[in-house]
Protein backbone atom coordinates (compact mmCIF):
# COMPACT_ATOMS: atom_id res chain seq x y z
CA UNK A 1 0.00 0.00 0.00
CA UNK A 2 2.58 2.01 0.74
CA UNK A 3 6.23 3.02 0.34
CA UNK A 4 8.34 3.47 3.19
CA UNK A 5 11.08 5.28 4.00
CA UNK A 6 13.37 4.17 6.89
CA UNK A 7 14.71 7.22 9.33
CA UNK A 8 18.32 6.97 10.89
CA UNK A 9 19.66 4.00 12.58
CA UNK A 10 18.88 5.50 15.90
CA UNK A 11 15.14 5.55 14.43
CA UNK A 12 14.96 2.98 12.61
CA UNK A 13 11.34 0.95 13.97
CA UNK A 14 9.95 4.02 12.72
CA UNK A 15 8.71 4.50 9.37
CA UNK A 16 6.57 7.24 7.57
CA UNK A 17 4.05 6.51 4.50
CA UNK A 18 5.11 8.14 1.54
CA UNK A 19 3.02 8.42 -1.50
CA UNK A 20 4.63 9.27 -4.78
CA UNK A 21 1.04 8.97 -6.24
CA UNK A 22 -2.00 9.35 -4.29
CA UNK A 23 -4.58 7.17 -6.13
CA UNK A 24 -8.09 7.27 -5.31
CA UNK A 25 -7.69 3.52 -3.74
CA UNK A 26 -4.75 4.37 -1.71
CA UNK A 27 -6.21 7.03 -0.04
CA UNK A 28 -8.92 4.86 0.62
CA UNK A 29 -6.70 2.27 2.43
CA UNK A 30 -4.97 4.78 4.17
CA UNK A 31 -8.41 6.09 5.47
CA UNK A 32 -9.46 2.93 6.76
CA UNK A 33 -6.09 2.66 8.31
CA UNK A 34 -6.48 6.14 10.33
CA UNK A 35 -9.76 5.09 10.96
CA UNK A 36 -9.26 1.94 12.78
CA UNK A 37 -6.05 3.56 15.11
CA UNK A 38 -7.54 6.58 16.06
CA UNK A 39 -10.87 9.00 16.86
CA UNK A 40 -10.74 11.52 13.69
CA UNK A 41 -13.21 13.83 16.11
CA UNK A 42 -12.06 15.82 19.06
CA UNK A 43 -14.52 17.15 21.51
CA UNK A 44 -12.85 20.52 21.51
CA UNK A 45 -12.84 22.80 18.17
CA UNK A 46 -9.32 23.35 19.42
CA UNK A 47 -6.98 21.14 18.45
CA UNK A 48 -3.78 20.85 20.53
CA UNK A 49 -1.25 23.60 20.29
CA UNK A 50 1.95 24.29 21.26
CA UNK A 51 1.74 27.04 24.58
CA UNK A 52 4.26 29.50 23.45
CA UNK A 53 2.09 29.74 20.15
CA UNK A 54 -1.50 29.39 21.45
CA UNK A 55 -2.07 32.93 23.27
CA UNK A 56 -1.21 34.35 20.25
CA UNK A 57 -4.02 32.69 17.90
CA UNK A 58 -7.77 33.29 17.87
CA UNK A 59 -9.78 31.28 20.19
CA UNK A 60 -6.60 30.39 22.51
CA UNK A 61 -5.04 27.26 19.78
CA UNK A 62 -5.75 26.02 16.44
CA UNK A 63 -9.12 25.17 15.31
CA UNK A 64 -10.25 22.41 13.63
CA UNK A 65 -11.75 23.20 9.93
CA UNK A 66 -9.82 26.76 9.76
CA UNK A 67 -6.96 27.40 7.07
CA UNK A 68 -3.61 29.08 8.58
CA UNK A 69 -1.10 30.90 6.44
CA UNK A 70 2.76 30.95 7.59
CA UNK A 71 6.07 32.01 6.92
CA UNK A 72 8.39 29.26 5.09
CA UNK A 73 10.07 28.31 8.99
CA UNK A 74 10.99 24.94 9.00
CA UNK A 75 11.08 25.01 12.73
CA UNK A 76 7.58 27.20 13.15
CA UNK A 77 5.94 24.76 11.05
CA UNK A 78 7.54 21.42 12.96
CA UNK A 79 6.29 23.11 16.00
CA UNK A 80 2.97 23.39 15.02
CA UNK A 81 2.69 19.79 14.38
CA UNK A 82 4.52 18.64 17.35
CA UNK A 83 1.40 19.13 19.28
CA UNK A 84 -1.42 17.71 17.98
CA UNK A 85 0.96 14.95 16.28
CA UNK A 86 2.02 13.58 19.88
CA UNK A 87 -1.56 13.80 21.01
CA UNK A 88 -2.41 10.94 18.62
CA UNK A 89 -3.49 13.09 15.44
CA UNK A 90 -2.05 12.22 11.81
CA UNK A 91 -0.66 14.94 10.01
CA UNK A 92 0.02 15.31 5.89
CA UNK A 93 2.61 17.29 4.59
CA UNK A 94 2.02 17.91 0.55
CA UNK A 95 4.74 19.43 -2.01
CA UNK A 96 7.64 19.42 0.30
CA UNK A 97 10.21 16.87 -0.47
CA UNK A 98 13.13 18.97 1.94
CA UNK A 99 10.96 18.27 4.85
CA UNK A 100 13.03 16.85 7.56
CA UNK A 101 11.62 13.50 9.01
CA UNK A 102 14.37 13.11 11.82
CA UNK A 103 14.35 17.07 12.89
CA UNK A 104 10.43 16.53 12.42
CA UNK A 105 10.47 13.93 15.19
CA UNK A 106 13.31 15.72 17.39
CA UNK A 107 11.01 18.50 17.90
CA UNK A 108 8.28 15.97 19.02
CA UNK A 109 6.27 14.68 15.49
CA UNK A 110 5.38 11.31 15.60
CA UNK A 111 6.47 9.34 12.43
CA UNK A 112 4.05 6.97 12.50
CA UNK A 113 1.26 9.17 11.89
CA UNK A 114 2.42 10.78 9.30
CA UNK A 115 1.86 11.15 5.45
CA UNK A 116 4.15 12.61 3.06
CA UNK A 117 3.38 13.95 -0.84
CA UNK A 118 6.55 15.64 -1.69
CA UNK A 119 5.61 15.45 -5.41
CA UNK A 120 2.44 16.06 -6.16
CA UNK A 121 2.77 17.79 -9.42
CA UNK A 122 0.04 20.14 -10.78
CA UNK A 123 -2.20 17.94 -9.19
CA UNK A 124 -1.17 19.54 -5.70
CA UNK A 125 -4.90 20.71 -4.96
CA UNK A 126 -6.72 17.63 -5.56
CA UNK A 127 -4.37 15.59 -3.43
CA UNK A 128 -3.96 18.62 -0.55
CA UNK A 129 -8.29 17.98 -0.28
CA UNK A 130 -7.46 13.90 -0.50
CA UNK A 131 -4.90 14.23 1.97
CA UNK A 132 -7.38 16.46 4.04
CA UNK A 133 -10.08 13.84 3.84
CA UNK A 134 -8.02 11.17 6.22
CA UNK A 135 -5.79 13.73 8.19
CA UNK A 136 -6.29 16.09 11.07
CA UNK A 137 -3.55 18.73 10.22
CA UNK A 138 -2.23 19.15 6.57
CA UNK A 139 0.59 21.01 5.51
CA UNK A 140 0.58 22.26 1.81
CA UNK A 141 2.66 24.95 -0.07
CA UNK A 142 1.35 25.76 -3.23
CA UNK A 143 3.48 26.20 -6.71
CA UNK A 144 1.01 28.37 -7.82
CA UNK A 145 -2.27 30.52 -7.21
CA UNK A 146 -5.40 29.01 -6.84
CA UNK A 147 -8.42 30.02 -7.91
CA UNK A 148 -10.86 31.09 -5.91
CA UNK A 149 -13.57 28.52 -6.84
CA UNK A 150 -10.95 26.30 -5.66
CA UNK A 151 -10.21 27.64 -2.56
CA UNK A 152 -13.73 27.73 -1.67
CA UNK A 153 -14.28 23.82 -2.05
CA UNK A 154 -11.28 23.13 -0.51
CA UNK A 155 -12.76 25.62 2.61
CA UNK A 156 -15.90 23.47 2.87
CA UNK A 157 -14.23 20.23 2.54
CA UNK A 158 -12.16 21.62 5.66
CA UNK A 159 -15.19 22.65 7.65
CA UNK A 160 -17.17 19.50 7.10
CA UNK A 161 -14.15 16.88 7.79
CA UNK A 162 -13.04 19.31 11.08
CA UNK A 163 -9.27 19.52 9.00
CA UNK A 164 -6.75 21.94 9.86
CA UNK A 165 -4.96 23.46 6.95
CA UNK A 166 -0.91 24.92 7.35
CA UNK A 167 -0.21 26.85 4.13
CA UNK A 168 3.50 28.09 3.49
CA UNK A 169 2.79 31.28 1.98
CA UNK A 170 -0.10 33.38 1.85
CA UNK A 171 -3.39 32.14 1.09
CA UNK A 172 -6.98 33.51 1.08
CA UNK A 173 -9.54 32.95 3.60
CA UNK A 174 -7.13 32.28 6.36
CA UNK A 175 -8.17 31.99 10.40
CA UNK A 176 -4.78 33.95 10.82
CA UNK A 177 -1.17 34.58 9.39
CA UNK A 178 1.84 33.60 11.32
CA UNK A 179 4.92 35.95 10.58
CA UNK A 180 8.63 35.85 11.71
CA UNK A 181 10.85 38.66 12.20
CA UNK A 182 13.68 40.09 14.45
CA UNK A 183 15.66 36.37 14.13
CA UNK A 184 18.63 36.68 15.94
CA UNK A 185 20.91 33.83 16.43
CA UNK A 186 23.04 32.95 19.43
CA UNK A 187 26.34 30.91 20.34
CA UNK A 188 28.99 32.84 18.03
CA UNK A 189 31.63 34.19 20.22
CA UNK A 190 34.18 36.67 18.82
CA UNK A 191 35.55 34.05 16.44
CA UNK A 192 34.35 31.20 17.89
CA UNK A 193 31.50 28.70 19.20
CA UNK A 194 28.46 27.38 17.12
CA UNK A 195 24.88 28.58 16.85
CA UNK A 196 23.00 27.08 19.86
CA UNK A 197 19.78 29.15 19.84
CA UNK A 198 17.54 31.42 17.86
CA UNK A 199 15.23 33.97 19.13
CA UNK A 200 12.31 35.54 16.89
CA UNK A 201 9.31 37.69 17.11
CA UNK A 202 5.75 35.76 16.12
CA UNK A 203 3.37 37.76 15.04
CA UNK A 204 -0.11 36.60 14.69
CA UNK A 205 -2.29 38.51 12.56
CA UNK A 206 -6.17 37.39 12.43
CA UNK A 207 -9.40 38.63 10.85
CA UNK A 208 -11.08 38.72 14.05
CA UNK A 209 -8.77 40.36 16.11
CA UNK A 210 -8.51 44.29 16.35
CA UNK A 211 -4.66 44.29 16.01
CA UNK A 212 -1.68 41.79 15.41
CA UNK A 213 -0.64 39.80 18.56
CA UNK A 214 3.48 39.36 18.84
CA UNK A 215 5.57 37.63 21.28
CA UNK A 216 9.64 36.90 21.08
CA UNK A 217 10.06 33.21 21.31
CA UNK A 218 13.10 30.59 21.39
CA UNK A 219 13.05 29.31 18.45
CA UNK A 220 14.40 27.28 20.01
CA UNK A 221 16.61 27.71 22.82
CA UNK A 222 19.54 26.05 23.81
CA UNK A 223 18.56 23.06 24.61
CA UNK A 224 16.25 22.28 21.62
CA UNK A 225 13.15 23.70 23.69
CA UNK A 226 10.44 25.86 21.90
CA UNK A 227 9.62 28.55 24.88
CA UNK A 228 8.82 32.01 25.59
CA UNK A 229 11.69 34.39 25.40
CA UNK A 230 11.39 36.25 28.76
CA UNK A 231 12.47 39.95 27.10
CA UNK A 232 11.72 42.98 28.71
CA UNK A 233 8.05 44.79 26.90
CA UNK A 234 10.52 47.65 25.21
CA UNK A 235 12.77 44.99 24.06
CA UNK A 236 10.00 43.06 22.36
CA UNK A 237 8.62 46.34 20.77
CA UNK A 238 12.09 46.85 19.42
CA UNK A 239 12.18 43.35 17.60
CA UNK A 240 8.39 43.59 16.86
Do not use: N
Amino acid sequence: MFEYEQVSPASSSTATAVLDEPAEDTVAQLRARISSMQAKKLDSRLIPTHPALAGLLPGGGLQQGAAYSLDSSAMLLMTLLAAPSAAGMWCGIVGMPEFGIEAAQHVGVDLERLVLVPHPGDQWLAVTAAIADVVGVVVTRPPKRATDSSVARLAARLRQRGTTLLVLGPWPQTEAMLSLSGSEWHGIGEGHGHLSAREVTVTVTSRTASRPRSARLWLPDAGDTVRRSQVRLEDQRRFA
